[in-house]
């Protein structure tokens, strides 16, 4: 089955909504995410006394791209938070634009894709919150929004990772409670998460949500992350813009969903998804280890509808593990303001790029160069995390190559940015991307029992598919408010 199976068991059900009233947990829907001024009155009253992060079940309702710019009592705008990185900076003329995952609850808006993945099996009874534990496979980003909705809604988070992962990944895991465990490798090393994942999921008190296989992830990202890019480019286009870009590294490739919504609504619109040279995949079949954290996992994830993907981009980590430090250290800041003639706020900004944000900026400059966009061509990504869980990597950058200076500052400035080629990049024809989408058959088929009718499906029948996922989420949001109304949290507010 390729939707999201919606199956209601009404006795765990009838359990879960039960916890929901004795914990006071009252679930957003899928539309209260994407038009937060419709979150009720009490709600949005009592997150002004609630911090960014703290575990209190009111922050489920600020996943979403639209949440103020404060760590405290912050509530919604009207245009998501978004940076817009200028020429001087980029070395191309075209506009890119990207949204920023640092005002989620725990820094990153994978906190988002836990949610469309847990909620459609909690609502329907499907996931018991008392009698299993929620299994959260991932590269580093995505367990710990597992964890958060997970400790939020009164489950057991286990978080699995690769070992090789930042230590301030391990620190928040443990400090919010949840079982870690961390398996052998780096970014690239997915299959041993496969294999413990798969290990914990014949024990029944295991669930596990898989963010490159559950349609959850894609479902969320066309509704939420999509319409939000929609509306950052309505409101920065001038007259004569056109939304001509969209690039987005693939991790679990959810994020590549909200494409999908793009080329909907701008179907002259030209989507790439990027991943690390190191382990160039899509490009060559490749593999390998990396240091772009989050992204690049030797495989193609179950839920990345190749067929819509126009172009993928090699970005190499020396590339971001250079403007990490550009970007994050007084040498670094002091050449972007002096020579560069940055104002402050933009210059604290650029602390809101992860190293993954950091190789979807490279990939938007790439494109930008190849497509020779001019400065009415806007190109939209989306910054996964910022640099808080990557101090320790600037540490240790700084040990391996020695304190950084002004003139190394502007070393990598012109070699890690304004001296990107549009080399190790590909437009995707038909062919190449059946190709690419081929390639699901030895993880998902071979390795991890998926139907072959089903891959073939995700190929030949997107209006089946794709796009019958995206429009679940009327459905998912149904079962939402039916099970609000039977726990009746919001009139205890």
Known sequence: ???????????????????ARENKILIPTIDQMKHPETIPAKVREGLTQVGLWDVNPLNLFRISWKNEPAEFGGLFQDVPNYIEFPPELTGVPCRIVAMVGKW??????????????????????????????????????????????????????????????????????HGIGAEVIATPGCESNVKE??????????????????????????????????????????????????????????????????????????????????????????????????????????????????RNSDMVIDIDDEDSQRLLRLFNTPEGQAYLADALGLPAELIEKLTWLGISGIANLLCCIKMAKYYEFTEHDVVGTVLTDSAVMYASRVAELNAEHGPYSIEEARLDHALHILGLKTDNMAELTYKDRKRVHNLKYYTWIEQQGMEIDDLNALWYDPEGTWDAVHAQAAELDRLIDEFNAESGVLDLL
């Open 1 to 19: 089955m390729v939707t999201i199976d919606l199956t209601v068991n009404e006795t765990v059900r009838a359990h879960n909504i039960a916890k």
């Open 104 to 173: 989620f609850p725990t820094g990153c808006h994978k906190v988002g894709a836990s949610f469309g993945c847990l909620a459609p099996r909690l609502v329907t009874g499907q996931f018991d919150v008392d009698a299993q534990k929620a299994v959260w496979p991932s590269t580093g980003n995505y367990c710990r929004g597992g964890a958060f909705n997970s400790r939020l809604l009164g489950a057991q988070g286990v978080a699995i990772l690769p070992a090789e992962m930042s230590q301030e990944r391990f620190d928040w895991l």
């Open 193 to 306: 998460i496969f294999d413990k994942t798969n290990e914990l999921k014949a024990d029944p008190g295991y669930m596990v949500f898989n963010q490159f296989a559950e349609m959850g992830n894609p479902l969320w990202h066309y509704n939420v992350t999509g319409n939000a890019l929609v509306d950052v480019f309505e409101a920065v286009k001038r007259p004569g813009d056109r939304f001509s870009g969209a690039c987005f590294t693939s991790g679990s490739a959810g994020t590549m969903s909200a494409g999908d919504r793009l080329k909907d609504l701008y179907p002259a619109l030209k989507l790439a998804v990027g991943e690390a040279l190191q382990c160039p995949t899509i490009l060559e079949n490749g593999f390998g280890g990396h240091r772009i954290e989050g992204i690049g996992d030797k495989h193609i994830p179950w839920i990345h509808n190749v």
